[in-house]
């Protein structure tokens, strides 16, 4: 059974920093696509960030270039998303998730992705 955990979310203030996990198990980590999606409340859930499978690529959405960095360790079947320079637009659920299709560049809808976390909350006051 695959699963997918986040954590690291919580309250900040803006121009504050979070970084946060995703923990893989019950899937060959290594040769999935990971990514990390945000919905705000009344939005749709939007690709943030996503990482190719040997973390050699990596996309982000404009809206978070320069300041949200995607990594992944293979070795712990963990996905990270280092947030920085955080605003109140960024509050949102972000959600870790997996394409086992290994597709580059990445899927942007969330269709096309097969396994999903169940979400942090990430609040940022301003």
């Known amino acids: 059974q695959v699963q997918l955990v986040e954590s690291g979310g919580g309250l900040v203030q803006a121009g504050g920093s979070l970084t946060l996990s995703c923990a893989a198990s019950?899937?060959?980590?290594?040769?999935?696509?990971m990514a990390w999606f945000r919905q705000a409340p009344g939005k749709e859930r939007d690709l943030v960030a996503a990482?190719?499978?040997?973390?050699?690529?990596?996309f982000y959405a404009d809206s978070v270039k320069g300041r949200f960095t995607i990594s992944r360790d293979n070795a712990k079947y963990t996905v990270y998303l280092r947030m920085r320079n955080l605003a109140p637009e960024d509050t949102a659920v972000y959600y870790c998730?997996?394409?086992?299709?290994?597709?580059?560049?990445?899927?942007?809808?969330?269709?096309?992705?097969?396994?999903w976390g169940q979400g942090t909350q990430v609040t940022v006051s301003s």
């Open positions: 998730a997996a394409d086992e299709r290994r597709r580059w560049p990445p899927a942007l809808p969330r269709t096309g992705y097969d396994y």
């Open positions: 990482i190719r499978w040997s973390g050699g690529s990596t």
């Open positions: 019950g899937l060959t980590f290594v040769t999935y696509t």
